[in-house]
């Protein structure tokens, strides 16, 4: 089966720009998360979409959106780019577990850096 | 604010002793544990989990430890190979769905 899969891998704007990045689940996977990985603050969760829904939201700006799509592809797309928006953007989808208890299979990432 | 933390950043064991990791949490409604493993220029890869009603979970050379009352999670490692060298992140569950809280990340370096 295929892992995840993030486009691009790497992406250079400048500030004011406004970015889209894409994440493609696992096959059957229904749950698609984004996170946010900068250095010294781990992992900031942004949002999880679950068929075509957001199911929960982290505490970033409004700047920041996301969709899922009926195959469960997801985008997520940041406005207004700040310098501080620089970072490693990763997705995770999972399949339903026991009770909720779901494991999350995370993409390489998309290394976003803002000029 | 920093809902789950790991307060050391790097770690050095030598080959064939125990690592432990560290992971602190504030939050008593977490329900849910788990530890990733993340190598460079890959994204995390699931390691091990562990449901609050639980205080011990073992998988292979990999255990982890809940303590609700002191709300502290640990990972041991036992023993540590070479090929367990990489950074190594806590997460906590809050409520439905999938949104997980993570620390900072511990990086281990195990010593041949």
């Known amino acids: 089966k295929a892992g995840v899969t993030q486009t691009p891998r790497y992406l250079i704007k400048t500030r004011g720009q406004q970015v889209t990045l894409s994440c493609s689940p696992i096959?059957?996977?229904?749950?698609v998360s984004w996170y946010q990985q900068t250095p010294g603050q781990g992992l900031q969760f942004l949002f999880e979409y679950f068929s075509e829904t957001q199911r929960n939201k982290g505490n970033f700006p409004g700047r920041f959106s996301g969709r899922q799509f009926s195959n469960s592809r997801s985008e997520m797309n940041v406005s207004t780019l700040e310098l501080g928006d620089s970072a490693l953007y990763l997705c995770?989808?999972?399949?339903?577990?026991?009770?909720?208890?779901?494991?999350?299979?995370f993409g390489p990432g998309t290394r976003l850096t803002v000029l | 604010d920093q809902q789950v933390k790991q307060n050391s950043p790097s770690l050095s064991v030598q080959e064939g002793r125990i690592s432990i990791l560290n992971c602190d949490y504030t939050n008593s409604m977490f329900d849910y544990f788990l530890w990733y493993k993340k190598y460079p220029a890959e994204g995390p890869t699931f390691l091990i989990s562990i449901s609050s009603i639980k205080d011990k979970n073992e998988d292979g050379r990999f255990t982890v430890f809940l303590n609700k009352s002191a709300k502290h999670l640990s990972l041991h490692i036992v023993p540590s190979q070479p090929g367990d060298s990489a950074v190594y992140f806590c997460?906590?569950?809050?409520?439905?769905?999938?949104?997980?809280?993570f620390g900072t990340g511990t990086s281990l370096t195990v010593i041949p």
């Open positions: 096959s059957g996977h229904r749950s």
């Open positions: 997460a906590a569950k809050l409520g439905v769905g999938n949104q997980f809280y």
């Open positions: 995770a989808s999972s399949v339903p577990g026991l009770a909720g208890r779901d494991t999350q299979y």
